[in-house]
């Protein structure tokens, strides 16, 4: 049973999908929010989709555990081998990250020339390319791989030269394509937004999937009325699988504040 004091869970590979977490909170400031973050597992980019799938479900039942009334895969590859199986079975609102930032894509691209980076599992699905395809003719979308920015990431690496050097080989031939609007398809990547700004330039549309999923599933809530109110503090807590420390030591990095202790959890146990 569904009520708006629940708190919405939000799953990933690893520390990424704290764009999502933090892309939730701004919007949803009075939320509750759970966390977890499959590092013993990462990284989902380079699996096959089955195997990636099999581990969508996993997370998405141990934060289904935690009494949530939503769940955000805060995961670009999970999003794009598992969400609608994982919608479908599931009793409460699941909403994966392509389809919101798709749409966010084509409504700011003026020229309909899109760029698009993100995993492996991500690129070679074309879920993101399949998804603007429906929404609009004429599209000229360029796609690329960029598999080492999840590490980098995850190392915390935010302002390093070898991050900018990777950044650049990866972009290269996406800026020279001359797109307007560039879509970060993994949620690790707007960790290093400022680098790829500066590698892109000023003139482009940079669309944070993160953000474009907050603003859906606010607008959800509201349309089912299980916004929760404000007469109570927030709630958070945060669950990994692996490496709880260095977890935390990124997000609190990332975040810019103190979080709640980290609490490691099994999920083959469940």
């Known amino acids: 049973m569904k009520n708006a004091e629940m708190p919405i869970g939000v799953f990933d590979s690893g520390v990424g999908g704290l764009t999502v977490f933090r892309a939730i ?6 939320e509750g929010l759970i966390y977890l973050g499959d590092t013993a597992r990462i990284p989902y980019g380079t ?3 089955s195997t990636v799938q099999r581990y969508a479900f996993e997370d998405a039942a141990f934060i289904q555990g935690k009494n949530v ?5 805060a995961c670009n590859t999970a999003s ?4 609608l199986a994982l919608a479908r079975d599931s009793s409460i609102p699941v909403l994966g990250v392509i389809e919101p930032g798709a749409r966010r894509a084509v409504e700011l691209s003026a020229s309909g020339r899109i760029g698009v980076i993100g995993t492996e599992a991500t690129i070679a699905s074309r879920a993101y390319e399949n998804a603007m395809f429906t929404m609009r003719n004429g599209l000229e979308i360029i796609s690329r791989a960029c598999p080492l920015l999840v590490p980098l990431a995850e190392e915390g690496w935010i302002d390093h030269h070898v991050t900018r050097q990777v950044v650049e080989e990866y972009l290269a031939e996406i800026r020279d394509a001359g797109v307007d609007t560039l879509v970060l398809g993994c949620t690790h990547y707007p960790i290093l937004r400022p680098v790829i700004e500066e590698v ?3 003139r482009i549309n940079f ?3 993160g953000e474009a999923v907050a603003e859906e599933l606010a607008a959800l809530l509201e349309s089912q009325g299980m916004l929760r109110s404000a007469s109570e503090q927030r709630t958070e807590r945060f669950f990994v ?6 977890f935390k030591r990124v997000a609190e990095l ?3 504040r103190p979080i709640e202790p980290v609490e490691t959890v099994e999920l083959g146990a469940l």
């Open 25 to 30: 909170e701004r919007k949803l400031p009075n």
């Open 47 to 49: 699996r096959s989709a």
């Open 69 to 73: 009334k939503a769940i955000a895969i």
């Open 80 to 83: 794009a081998v598992a969400s």
């Open 200 to 202: 892109m330039g000023d």
């Open 207 to 209: 669309v944070d999937s």
């Open 241 to 246: 699988t692996d490496a709880a420390a260095r």
């Open 254 to 256: 990332f975040l810019g």
